[in-house]
T-cell receptor
């Protein structure tokens, strides 16, 4: 099955700093890739996704580009806010064409004023 | 607009007790799954179902049972609770299509003493 390696945290940034969270995966074929976010005390929710190679997913100022040559899907944001403090999960599917997700261990981000 | 509803939100059990965690979704999703979330471990798949009457084991199924009698409901049963099952449990659902978004419940925080 597919697997994911995600940068482990915790990550602490000052407000307006640049954020990168690395994610690399192994996969059969070219599956859709996802980033999920978990705010304190809540379940996970979809942050963004990319369905094919070279696609860029974006939402709430976050971006991630599906790079098949490096099998990466790094999450970036140019200027983080305190409200971005959360745990971020990279999630490729478990198998080629599969809707079952494999989650990384998550990266906890804390943004301080 | 309920989405995925989990009950209860919190539960304390004594070792050896049994209980059922409830999960219901109102989006007519074929695929439902249960995860547990432990510190430093990310989300690990316990059981999943691709439709009514069909269930299968995930990564960490021991000590848990599931059934899927309807499309909407996917309860998780702890047969004889152990302290190692202390965790936060999440139910998720999605369409059984490649590239589809998974929707998560708010979670159940279970403590076994």
């Amino acid at each position: 099955g597919n697997s994911v390696t995600q940068m482990e945290g915790p990550v602490t940034l000052s407000e307006e700093a640049f954020l990168t969270i690395n994610c690399t995966y192994t996969a059969t074929g070219y599956p859709s890739l996802f980033w999920y976010v978990q705010y304190p005390g809540e379940g996970l929710q979809l942050l963004l996704k990319a369905t094919k190679a070279d696609d860029k997913g974006s939402n709430k100022g976050f971006e991630a580009t599906y790079r098949k040559e490096t099998t990466s899907f790094h999450l970036e944001k140019g200027s983080v806010q305190v409200s971005d403090s959360a745990v971020y999960f990279c999630a490729p599917p478990s198998g080629a064409g599969s809707y079952q997700l494999t989650f990384g261990k998550g990266t906890k981000l804390s943004v301080i004023p | 607009n309920a989405g995925v509803t989990q009950t209860p939100k919190f539960q304390v059990l004594k070792t050896g007790q049994s209980m059922t965690l409830q999960c219901a979704q109102d989006m007519n999703h074929e695929y439902m799954s249960w995860y547990r979330q432990d510190p430093g471990m990310g989300l690990r798949l316990i059981h999943y179902s691709v439709g009514a009457g069909i269930t299968d084991q995930g990564e960490v199924p021991n000590g848990y049972n599931v059934s899927r009698s309807t499309t909407e409901d996917f309860p998780l049963r702890l047969l004889s609770a152990a302290p190692s099952q202390t965790s936060v449990y999440f139910c998720a659902s999605s369409y059984a299509d490649r590239g589809t978004e998974a929707f998560f419940g708010q979670g159940t925080r279970l403590t076994v003493v």
